[in-house]
C-alpha cells in the first residue's frame, strides 16, 4: 500500500473561506479526490495544503436554468448520470459519466474534478520507485521525454471522458477566484501542453458547469481495453450540423482537437488527417490510428439512427 505524502487538510465552510484558503501558494482543490489523492500517493506532486470542497453546498446538484442547466462543480458523476433533467435534454452527458472508471468510482468523482483531470501517459502514471528507474520525466522529475526524446514538451493525454461532449454541447464552466466570478468555453480551457493543462489562473476554483438548451444529438464513443475501470485510449464525440458535421477527439495528446466539416461523410477523413497519437499509452499508436477511423465512423453512424 502506498502511503500518502504529509499535508495539511482544510474544510472551508463558505465559497470565500477557500478562495482565500487557494489563494495560498501550493494549496490544491481535493473533491472526489479519485485523481488527486493516487498522484499524490505517487508523488507526482507534493501540495502543502488540500482545501476540500465537500463542505460548500452551494457547489452541488444541478437546477433548471432559463435556457439551459447548472451543475454544480462538487455533483458527483453517478448524480449526473442519474438526473432525470441530464437523461432527458443531454444523453451524452449521462452516458460518457457512467463510462468513467467504476460505479463506486462515480459515487465519489465529481463534474469539475473531471473537467480538471490531470494529463496521463504510460512513463508518468507510475509508482515512484519504477519512474526512479528510467529517471523521471520532464512531468516529473527528470529531464527528458520518453515519448518524443528530442522534444521539450508534455504530450500526456488529456483522459476526461465527459469533456468531448460538453465541448460539442456548447457548455461554459463558472470559475471563482480572487478577483471574482468569471466564465470560460470549455472549448478554451486547455491547452497543449501536458504539464500546465490548462488555463485556470492559480487558486482558482471551478464552481458550476452550465449548459446551453440542447442543440442536437450528440453521439459519444469511448475507446479502451475493459469495459470497467479503464482510462480511455480514444474518445470521440460527434454532431450533425445541417449537411455538416463536428468531432471533438480526446485521449490522444494533451488538448481535445476539434474537426469541423461542411459534408459529414468528409468527417471521418477529416479526423484522420489532424489525430495524430503518440505513443503515451500501452496500446501502439499505429491501432490507435486505426480506431480513430473506426470510433469516428461508428459516432457519425449513431447521430444518424
Ligand atoms: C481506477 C480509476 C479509474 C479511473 N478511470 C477514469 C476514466 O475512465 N475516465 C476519466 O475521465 N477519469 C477516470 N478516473 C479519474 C477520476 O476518477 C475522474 O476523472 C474524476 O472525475 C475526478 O474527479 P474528482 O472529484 O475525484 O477529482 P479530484 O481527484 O478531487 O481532483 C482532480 C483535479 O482537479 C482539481 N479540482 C477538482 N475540483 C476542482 C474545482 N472545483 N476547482 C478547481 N480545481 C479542482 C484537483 O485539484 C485535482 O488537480 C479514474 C480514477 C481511478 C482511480
Ligand atoms: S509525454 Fe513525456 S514528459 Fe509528458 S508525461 Fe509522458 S514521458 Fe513525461
Redesign the pocket.
Known amino acids: 500500500m502506498l502511503p500518502l505524502p504529509i499535508f495539511k487538510l482544510e474544510r472551508p465552510d463558505t465559497l470565500e473561506q477557500a478562495v482565500e484558503l487557494?489563494a495560498v501558494p501550493q494549496s490544491?482543490?481535493?473533491?472526489?479526490?479519485?485523481?488527486?489523492?493516487?498522484?499524490l500517493k505517487h508523488r507526482l506532486?507534493t501540495?502543502k495544503t488540500?482545501?476540500a470542497?465537500g463542505g460548500l453546498r452551494e457547489?452541488a446538484g444541478i437546477t433548471a436554468e432559463e435556457h439551459g442547466i447548472r451543475i454544480g462543480?462538487?455533483t458527483?458523476?453517478a448524480e449526473v448520470a442519474a438526473h432525470p433533467l441530464v437523461n432527458g435534454c443531454y444523453p451524452a452527458l449521462a452516458n460518457?459519466s457512467k463510462?468513467?472508471?467504476?460505479s463506486t468510482?462515480?459515487e465519489?468523482?465529481?463534474?469539475?474534478?473531471?473537467?480538471?483531470?490531470?494529463t496521463r501517459c504510460k512513463y508518468l502514471n507510475q509508482p515512484q520507485g519504477w519512474r526512479q528507474t528510467i529517471g523521471g520525466c520532464l512531468k516529473c522529475a527528470g529531464h527528458v521525454c520518453h515519448v518524443a526524446q528530442q522534444g521539450t514538451g508534455c504530450y500526456a493525454a488529456h483522459?476526461?471522458?465527459?469533456?468531448p461532449v460538453l465541448w460539442l454541447m456548447g457548455a461554459h464552466i463558472e470559475?471563482v477566484d480572487k478577483d471574482g466570478l468569471s466564465t470560460l468555453p470549455i472549448s478554451a480551457l486547455y491547452t497543449d501542453d501536458g504539464i500546465n493543462r490548462h488555463v485556470?489562473p492559480p487558486g482558482?476554483?471551478?464552481?458550476a458547469v452550465i449548459l446551453p438548451e440542447p442543440r442536437g444529438f450528440v453521439a459519444h464513443r469511448?475507446l479502451?481495453l475493459r469495459t470497467a475501470?479503464?482510462?480511455?485510449l480514444l474518445l470521440v464525440a460527434v454532431r450533425r450540423e445541417g449537411a455538416g458535421a463536428v468531432a471533438v477527439i480526446s485521449a490522444v495528446g494533451p488538448r481535445p482537437i476539434e474537426v469541423r466539416v461542411d459534408n459529414a461523410q468528409d468527417l471521418v477523413e477529416a479526423a484522420m488527417a489532424v489525430t495524430k497519437p503518440l505513443n503515451t499509452h500501452i496500446m501502439s499508436t499505429s491501432w490507435r490510428r486505426q480506431m480513430v477511423e473506426v470510433e469516428v465512423r461508428r459516432a457519425l453512424e449513431a447521430t444518424t439512427r
Open positions: 487557494m490544491r482543490v481535493l473533491a472526489g479526490g479519485t485523481d488527486l489523492l493516487p498522484n506532486e501540495p488540500l482545501v470542497l457547489l462543480a462538487t458527483t458523476l460518457a463510462t468513467v472508471g467504476t468510482i462515480q465519489m468523482a465529481t463534474l469539475g474534478g473531471n473537467l480538471l483531470l490531470d483522459s476526461a471522458d465527459t469533456v470559475i485556470l482558482a476554483l471551478l464552481t469511448k479502451r475501470i479503464d482510462y480511455p
